[in-house]
């Protein structure tokens, strides 16, 4: 069955540091999102992209967020002077349209911020 | 996106059927009735989806009432593997899902 991957797994960084999350959504699919869990809440929606542009973002995707299909396989998420806040669970999903069930996630890449 | 009430924790013993109640009394008419479900802190694995009709694949089934204001997901044999948080979502066309709190289901040996 196919699968949206994300790497890495486990990723720790230091506070002010730029990191970038990589997320190679399933081949046909047009529509990207970025969620984020921190531990022990509720998962969140981040940002959705489409046709090479941002289509909806959430109160928690600010200026230090930023999303870019560098090329026709993969799906990054930047974030750029991370924070202690920011440790969570991140996670890609990808969809072929807006509705029904072809939405996946990934299983995640887990960000520690120290 | 209508809200959804569940009720935040379930046990069900192995082999029998897990019943998952969801209240969505706000639901809109072009809204659909989503259920993902969640392993430890794994990515939300969809389950199955309905706008008005009892749907049916291989993991469940979703029983929606006529007035489509509550949903039941179903688990017809429960396995341990089946143990996760269980997620209750509607949306219309909108690009994201809001996901609540959910139903924390422990299938008990």
């Known amino acids: ?37 921190i531990l022990g809440q509720k998962v969140e929606f981040l940002v959705s992209f489409y046709n090479n542009e941002i289509s909806e973002k959430s109160e928690i995707f600010d200026d230090q967020f930023s999303v870019e299909r560098p090329d026709g396989s993969n799906f990054t998420l930047k974030i750029r002077s991370t924070k202690l806040e920011d440790s969570a669970m991140y996670f890609c999903a990808s969809s072929d349209r807006r509705t029904g069930n072809g939405y996946t996630f990934g299983s995640g890449t887990r960000l520690t911020v120290v | 996106d209508a809200k959804t009430t569940q009720p935040p924790s379930m046990d069900c013993a192995e082999g029998r059927a897990a019943n998952l109640p969801c209240n969505h009394s706000t639901i809109s008419g072009n809204e659909y009735v989503y259920w993902y479900r969640q392993i430890h802190s794994q990515g939300p694995q969809y389950i199955i989806h309905g706008l008005k009709n009892n749907e049916t694949n291989e993991m469940a089934s979703l029983i929606i009432t006529e007035d489509r204001k509550s949903s039941t997901l179903i688990l017809p044999h429960a396995t341990l593997r089946d143990t996760a948080v269980y997620y209750c979502i509607v949306r219309g066309t909108g690009n994201q899902f809001y996901f609540g709190t959910g139903t924390s289901l422990t299938v008990i040996p």
Request: proline residues 8%; contains cysteine; charged residues 15%.
């Open chain 1, 1 to 37: 069955e196919p699968e949206v991957t994300q790497t890495p797994s486990h990723q720790v960084t230091q506070m002010g540091q730029e990191v970038i999350l990589r997320c190679v959504p399933i081949s046909n699919h047009l529509y990207f999102y970025w969620y984020r869990q």
